[in-house]
């Protein structure tokens, strides 16, 4: 037995401290050495730490894109307004060119065409994607929304705290919005490709009620007609020839023949603007209308026509308004670019037919 005087006491109430730091700073190194294995097997980037605050700050945060994605070349209309309403922010256009038309395809094919689409665009740094696609819109939008941006903004996260939050928005709920108050007969007629027509959406939409106090209890007819054959006419140049014509008067009568009432038709595509000349010619002037195929007489030259792309556009500014944490995140460059699963020059080329200026694409694959 030894004993202690009250130096001997404090030198070893030193060494049980100090053996009790010993071991904190063991299970610290432990836990940093997991920390980094950890990391780098999941590629997180861990933020810097600024010594002058008092809480973490990200440097170099990424600004992000929007991104405007259609299957073919309609979505240049929806850009083109969009630049003109917002030309401030950075564009990225993608057309799925080479797997065009989608309104031909089955719910399954549309939905993960889309949803490669949309990935690839959040990858190149896109927080914003427009699916400038009313097949898109009508088949994948509420997918993607409810069951698949959950995880990859989860996902998204975990492998990188700088990225930008993502959400996907269509054009249908802003086309559909503006229905209300131009109808005045409350008779609506819908244009579009097969795939949309099947799927309802727009009837589905314009049956919900609106919250405008003034269209209470106002209740729509709402008429669509499947137009196979506009698209392919459009993107094959030929939206001013013969065969465009006779196509406009064969989908607008069939339409017209169910619905002698409807004042307002909708261009449920983003192609359509292209063949609007020849629609608003065909009702004014009643071209190859024969009266006996209609049960009551009909006004065509009172009807009006509905195009997508300023409605989305101010859609979309309204939207970014309401959500400042996407605009504060998107750069303002005024820049766009352009990419295609098809040839580069080959869309270059039609893509004339929309934008009425040349423009330069690069190809891309998304399988």
Known sequence: MFLFNNKGVL??????????????????????RFLTVFCKKYAIIVPKICKYEKKAVPLHSKMAKIGIFDSGYGGLTILREIRRVLPEYDYLYLGDNARAPYGTHSFDVIYRYTLQA??????????????????????????????????????????????????????IRPTVEAVPEITKTGHVGILATPATVSSESYVLELKKPNPDPSLKGRELVVTQQACPMWVPLIEAGEHHSDGA?????KYLREILSKDPQIDTLVLGCTHYPLLKEKIEGWLRYHEEIEESEFPEAIHTEHIQIISQGTLVAESLKDYLRRHPEYREQLSLGGTCAYQTTENADRFAQSASLFLDSRVQAEHIDLE
């Open 118 to 171: 949309v990935k690839y665009l959040f990858e190149q740094d896109c927080a914003l994607v427009i699916l400038a696609c009313n097949t898109a819109s009508a088949k994948a939008l509420r997918t993607i929304q409810q069951r698949d941006l959950p995880e990859i903004n989860l996902k998204s996260q975990i492998s990188n705290l700088k990225s930008p939050k993502h959400n996907v928005l269509g054009v």
């Open 245 to 249: 014509k006779f196509f406009v008067g």
């Open 11 to 32: 030198l070893v109430q030193f060494c049980n401290k100090l053996q009790f730091s010993v071991q904190r700073y063991n299970i610290f190194l432990i836990y940093a």
